[in-house]
C-alpha cells in the first residue's frame, strides 16, 4: 500500500497493512489464483483471515473491535482487494451483512452480530430473488406472522457468503399491500434456523473465490425480536446499507485497478520490442497514464464518500459516484492491462486475464452501474 494515498490513515492501521500484506503475500496472492481455476474454495484462507480479525474491521472498540475508522478499513480493503478481490470480498462483506443491524437494531441484536464476527464469523445479506434484481421491489419472499412468531419463505439469489455465513439479515413482505416501501422488514436468522437451506452455488465468470449461492427459506420460523427495525421499514434498510457498500464496493475495484497496473508495468519493464524494452514507448506511456488518472479518481471519490459518512452528512450520491467510476476503471484498467501484454495478457500464465474476469461484476452488483447513474442523475436535477 502507498500510504501516501491514504494521509488520514491511523497508526494502527498502517501496522495492520503491513500484516495484511505479510499475509497476502504468502497466502492469498497464489492460492487464489490455483483456487480460481478450481471451485474457488480458499476456506482455510478465510479462516486465517478471521483468526487475524480481518473480517472485523468494522467492529468498534466498545464492542470489541479494534476500533478503526472507516477511512482505515476501507484502505485495509483495497490493500486486500489488490492480492484477490474474491478475497476481499468475502472478509469484508460483514460490512454489508451487519449493515441494517449497525443502522436500525437494537443494542442486543448488534451485541449477537458482533460476538458472531469476533467469533469468525461472516454474514450474508439476502435481497436479491430471482425476479427482483436491480427492482429490489418485485421481491416475493414472505413474512407471516403466527402468534408472536413469523414464518418466512421464499428464495434470495446470489448471495454473498451464503454457503459459509454465520449469520442473515433477510428481506421480506410483511404486507405485500402497502408496496416496497412500508411493506418489507428485514429479520437477523441465525445459520442452522430449522427450514434454512443453501441451493443453488454459482458458477462464476469472476470473482470465483468469493462463494455466491441461493438461500432458501422454508417456513423458517423466527421471534418478533428477529425483526431488525421496525416492522416495515426493510426496504429503507436495505438502501441505507447499500449506500454504504457502494464505497466498499468501489474500494475493492479500485484494488483490481492497482494491481492491472503494477503486473503491466512489471511486464513492460522486462519485454524488449524493436530494440528497446516496451517502458520506453510512448503509446504505453498514455495507457498507463490514462489508468493511472481513472485509478487515482475512483480512490478518491470513494475517499470523499467515505469522508461524508464518517461526518455524518449525505452521501447517497457521491457513494454512487464512487462505485460507478470505481467499477469503468476496473474494467478499464483490466482491460488495458490484457492490451498491454497481448498475446500473453490472454494466458491464464499472467494474471491480468483473472483480473479482467474479476473486474466485470463490478459493474453490476450492488447496483448496476446504470442505476448508480440513475441515482447521480436524480440527485443532480431532482426528482
Not at 472507516?70 to 462483506?93: C, H, N, P, R, W
Amino acid at each position: 500500500m502507498n500510504f501516501n494515498d491514504y494521509p488520514r490513515l491511523s497508526e494502527d492501521a498502517k501496522d495492520l497493512a503491513k500484516d495484511i500484506q505479510d499475509f497476502c503475500e504468502k497466502e492469498v496472492r497464489q492460492q487464489t489464483i490455483e483456487a480460481d481455476k478450481k471451485d474457488g474454495d480458499i476456506t482455510e484462507i478465510i479462516k486465517k483471515a478471521t483468526d487475524m480479525g480481518l473480517n472485523a474491521l468494522d467492529v468498534p472498540a466498545e464492542y470489541g473491535g479494534p476500533g478503526l475508522t472507516k477511512y482505515d478499513s476501507v484502505a485495509l480493503l483495497e490493500q486486500m482487494a489488490y492480492y484477490d478481490a474474491g478475497f476481499g470480498i468475502t472478509v469484508s462483506a460483514n460490512g454489508l451483512a451487519s449493515g441494517p443491524v449497525v443502522i436500525g437494531g437494537n443494542e442486543e441484536q448488534k451485541k449477537r452480530v458482533y460476538d458472531i464476527i469476533l467469533g469468525g464469523g461472516i454474514g450474508g445479506f439476502c435481497l436479491t430473488e430471482r425476479e427482483a434484481g436491480c427492482d429490489a421491489s418485485a421481491g416475493q419472499a414472505t413474512a407471516e406472522k403466527d402468534g408472536d412468531d413469523y414464518i418466512i419463505n421464499g428464495t434470495k439469489c446470489f448471495i454473498t457468503n451464503g454457503p459459509i455465513a454465520s449469520y442473515y439479515v433477510v428481506f421480506a413482505m410483511t404486507d405485500k399491500s402497502k408496496g416496497a416501501g412500508h411493506g418489507y422488514t428485514a429479520f437477523l436468522v441465525e445459520k442452522g434456523t430449522p427450514g434454512l437451506s443453501i441451493g443453488k452455488h454459482e458458477d462464476k465468470m469472476g470473482i470465483r473465490c468469493s462463494q455466491t449461492s441461493e438461500v432458501i427459506f422454508d417456513n423458517v420460523r423466527v421471534p418478533s425480536s428477529a425483526i431488525v427495525g421496525e416492522i416495515g421499514h426493510g426496504f429503507k434498510l436495505a438502501m441505507q446499507t447499500l449506500d454504504m457498500a457502494r464505497i466498499t464496493c468501489g474500494i475493492t475495484a479500485v484494488g483490481i485497478c492497482q494491481r492491472a497496473i503494477d503486473e503491466a508495468r512489471d511486464y513492460i519493464q522486462q519485454r524488449v520490442q524493436f530494440g528497446a524494452p516496451l517502458s520506453k514507448n510512448e503509446t504505453i506511456q498514455f495507457k498507463f497514464a490514462d489508468m493511472y488518472m481513472r485509478t487515482q479518481a475512483a480512490r478518491q471519490l470513494c475517499l470523499h464518500a467515505t469522508e461524508l459518512y464518517m461526518d455524518h452528512k449525505p452521501f447517497s450520491a457521491e457513494a454512487a459516484a464512487a462505485k460507478c467510476a470505481a467499477g469503468d476503471a476496473a474494467m478499464y484498467c483490466s482491460t488495458e492491462a490484457v492490451q498491454i501484454l497481448g498475446g500473453y495478457g490472454y494466458m491464464r500464465d499472467y494474471p491480468v486475464e483473472k483480473l479482467m474476469r474479476d473486474a466485470k461484476i463490478f459493474q453490476i452488483f450492488e447496483g448496476t452501474n446504470e442505476i448508480q447513474r440513475l441515482v447521480m442523475g436524480r440527485h443532480v436535477v431532482g426528482r
